[in-house]
């Protein structure tokens, strides 16, 4: 769609659009700035930017390079991920409450890495790039088996059976990993335990490397698909008279919903409420057009790890609050508000 | 607090009469006690060091400090049982009032938040008042429960839907995962994640004699008052209008059994952490048996309700000794599928 067809108030809406995009960019700069200078070594901005240009001592490239940075660039690149996933969720579902970890899709993929984690203990031998695959093969079954649950003939889904499915069989898997986190030794148990909470753990680039490449390919896919997506939220009356092959459409969507959750859960762990939160928001901030709303929920969905991440770094200290459960502290609420203005 | 309903409020409810089985219900009641026992001994024998049921026997009709294995059963394996027992107990019979009262298939106090508001409550004293004594922590335990009910179904009233099963589930949920993370939070900052961790998922090891001393009390009285209540919350099942119509004072039977919903559930999860699903399945298994008479479906509860923990414990310890599976993912196993088939039916029929 070129300019030239749009009126001056699409103009301006437009315009409005790319300040929030912007605002929202800075916004991550200046948490990333200040979370680059959260923990137990203070640096100042100043000497962050010097350390960033190359200017810094050995120390201070260590701790920025090897420890901070890449945590900071893991915590954006999973809220994106997740962010992403839950849109696409709420879109092919239309379903206001859906979320890869009320869903359980997450707490497949965790139960997968788990597996593995379980059977071949030594952690250090666990090749990351294996991580992403593995989960997105825990979350795919469990998503298609969740959806067989809650699906009825004559009925087809209904938002509040998927939901309580979901939730159902989140419970189980989790009593699963309850029970597989007994037999692993003590070391590993505290690390299974900390993932389990949603911690970005893995400050190593390793992980980040794991991560990009799911990233780098599914976003642009789920971008490329927006015009699908703001078809199918129309109805699916409409949409097959536009021509959609709605049920290919939505089940690509999904499968990179699952794909984006998967992966991003394998390198952060249980972290919910991200796909949940990220985009109402950014439907508040862009309206419901999928060509503004994706990247809109992608800043936010990175902003909000971000500065879960940094929050629970940074009052907390020495002690550590995961990421994930400062976001179920902000997330859990917003659900019971959306949940109490849901109608049957 | 009984509330007549006089001879005809008797003759109306001859539906309900059809639907309940009594003879049925005393078959069951004697079954299950027989079961009860049967396992607990069963229990106390099983373990590290296994130990006849004869020698259990003596050890609890003639207790000698002398020997090892009565010292064992008498210190470790009794409290132990016993703890399971009645937490199972109080679990199942809150579930049954509260299905009986709200009419809600899914009411279960796992799923409808109070375990997990009491469970919260218990990691912030332990937290921020380690050395409360037991007594005050379960009082704590029960404003948890009432704090996680409250706020549960608060949303739910304030919904545009109304306050129906599903809607108030997934509330439920919702509080579990924001207490739960509140909890985990507070756990992990003061760092006694490492006790906490075990007894969230479940687990009645640590079940002492003043425990169930300080608890036995509480529950007596709650139980009695269940019973009593009983036939008022069968009124209560069979809609609102149709017990006031019989001249039931709705709103006294409704308080009173949310004091003991509270109470019950205060008190199990005080023991054994935040155990789900004992509530939702026990009151409907024995509501298949027994029919709609709650007098029955209570005190079936209770025995039945003891005896899965019972098993589910005694279970826990064989499958992968010396560890132990917490109970409460035990539970769950039976218990996802259990409601998964509930939901899938509606939450429609009760």
Not at chain 1, 6 to 17: D, G, R
Not at chain 1, 320 to 334: D, F, H, N, Q, S
Request: aromatic share 8%; hydrophobic share 55%; glycine share 12%.
């Amino acid at each position: 769609m070129s300019n030239s067809f749009l009126t001056p108030t699409q103009q301006k809406s437009k315009k409005k659009n790319y300040l929030i995009l912007g605002t929202l960019t800075l916004l991550i700069v200046i948490t990333f700035v200040i979370s680059m200078n959260t923990g137990v070594i203070k640096l100042t901005p100043i000497e962050v930017l010097r350390t960033i240009f190359g200017q810094g001592d050995a120390q201070q490239q260590l701790i920025l390079f090897e420890f901070r940075l890449p945590r900071i660039v893991l915590a954006v690149l999973v809220g994106m991920g997740l962010a992403i996933s839950g849109a696409i969720l709420q879109g092919i579902s239309k379903n206001a409450l859906a979320d890869p970890g009320i869903l359980g899709i997450n707490a497949g993929a965790g139960l997968a890495v788990m597996l593995y984690i379980s059977f071949f203990p030594s952690t250090k031998a666990v090749p990351v790039y294996l991580l992403p695959v593995l989960a997105f093969v825990g979350s795919g079954i469990t998503a298609i088996l969740i959806y067989t649950l809650a699906y009825r003939r004559h009925e087809g889904i209904t938002p509040m059976r998927l939901l309580l499915t979901g939730i159902a069989v989140a419970a189980g898997i989790s009593s699963a990993m309850i029970v597989l986190t007994l037999r692993l030794s003590p070391e590993n148990y505290q690390f299974v335990a900390t993932w389990l909470a949603g911690s970005i753990w893995g400050s190593n680039w390793k992980f980040v490397v794991s991560l990009l490449p799911w990233l780098l390919i599914l976003l642009p896919f789920v971008y490329s698909k927006s015009r699908v997506l703001n078809v199918l939220n129309l109805g699916e009356i409409t949409a097959v008279g536009l021509g959609a092959s709605i049920e290919r459409e939505r089940r690509w969507l999904l499968a990179a919903s699952v794909g984006l959750a998967g992966a991003s859960v394998s390198v952060s762990g249980g972290i919910g409420f991200v796909g949940l939160i990220a985009p109402h928001l950014a439907r508040q901030l862009v309206g419901a057009k999928h060509q503004f709303l994706l990247p809109t929920t992608a800043l936010l969905g990175g902003l909000l790890v971000l500065l879960a991440d940094t929050i629970g770094r940074s009052i907390f200290e020495p002690s550590e609050i995961p990421a994930g459960i400062v976001v179920a502290i902000v997330g859990a609420p917003y659900f019971l508000y959306l949940l109490a203005r849901l109608k049957e | 607090m009984t509330t007549s309903t006089g001879v005809g409020g008797l003759r109306d409810l001859d539906e309900l009469q059809k639907r309940s089985h009594p003879v049925r219900g005393v078959v069951a009641l004697i079954v299950g006690v027989i079961g009860l026992i049967l396992s607990i001994g069963l229990s106390i024998s099983l373990g590290a060091a296994d130990i006849s049921l004869r020698t259990v026997w003596t050890a609890i009709i003639h207790f000698s400090p002398d020997l090892t294995t009565h010292q064992i059963i008498h210190d470790i394996r009794l409290p132990r049982v016993l703890g399971a027992a009645l937490v199972g107990a109080c679990f199942a019979v809150a579930g049954a009032i509260m299905q009986g009262m709200t009419r809600n298939p899914l009411a279960d106090s796992g799923l409808l938040g109070l375990n997990s508001g009491a469970a919260f409550m218990l990691a912030i004293c332990f937290a921020f008042f380690p050395d409360l004594s037991y007594m005050y922590m379960i009082l704590w335990s029960f404003v948890g429960a009432g704090l996680g009910v409250a706020i549960v179904y608060g949303v739910g009233s304030l919904s545009k839907g109304g306050l129906t099963p599903m809607r108030l589930v997934l509330a439920g949920a919702a509080v579990s995962a924001l207490l739960g993370a509140l909890g985990e939070g507070v756990a992990l900052y003061y760092r006694i994640g490492q006790d906490l961790a075990f007894w969230y998922a479940g687990g009645v090891s640590g079940t002492k004699w003043y425990h169930l001393q300080i608890l036995s009390p509480w529950i007596l009285a709650a139980m009695i008052g269940a019973l009593i209540l009983s036939r008022s919350i069968t009124l209560l099942s069979l809609g609102e209008e149709i017990a006031i119509g019989l001249g039931q004072r709705t709103n006294v039977v409704k308080i009173g059994g949310i004091i003991i919903v509270l109470v019950l559930a205060g008190a199990a999860v005080s023991v054994v952490g935040a155990v789900g699903f004992v509530g939702l399945i026990v009151p409907h298994l024995t509501r298949y048996i027994v029919g709609h008479d709650y007098r029955w479906i209570i005190s079936c509860s209770f025995i039945y309700g003891a005896l899965l923990v019972v098993l589910a414990d005694l279970v826990a310890r064989m499958i992968n000794p010396p560890y132990e599976t917490p109970i409460g993912a035990l539970i769950a196993f039976i218990g996802v599928p259990f409601f998964l088939y509930l939901a899938r039916k509606g939450g429609k029929e009760l």
